[in-house]
């Protein structure tokens, strides 16, 4: 179980994002393979983290990080798709 360090909801580790701290960045690491501090996020919660300052206080920063890569990787990254959406062609 991890914990969204905005919401702080416990969820499975598969449904949150990884993120990580690399040279003052935040960087997505959706395959969890980065060996790195990393935190968990929901998706939905990363536009709130910015801009309560989350990620300054997950990895312990005394400025806010560079957040242009994470958002940038949300914008572009697909919507999830419901099983009701689906439909056979």
Do not use: W
């Not at 449904?15 to 395959?31: N, Q, T």
């Not at 790195?36 to 309560?52: L, Y």
């Not at 940038?72 to 419901?82: G, L, Q, R, S, V």
């Amino acid at each position: 179980m991890r914990t969204c360090i905005v919401c702080r909801k416990r969820e499975n580790p598969n449904s949150l994002l990884r993120v990580i701290l690399k040279d003052g960045a935040v960087l997505a690491d959706p395959f969890k393979r980065i060996q790195s501090r990393g935190a968990s996020i929901h998706r939905t919660c990363v536009q709130m983290a910015v801009h309560r300052g989350a990620f300054r206080n997950a990895f312990k920063l005394s400025n806010s990080p560079d957040t242009t890569a994470l958002l940038a990787y949300i914008d572009e990254e697909p919507n999830e798709m419901d099983a009701k959406d689906m439909k056979l062609k």
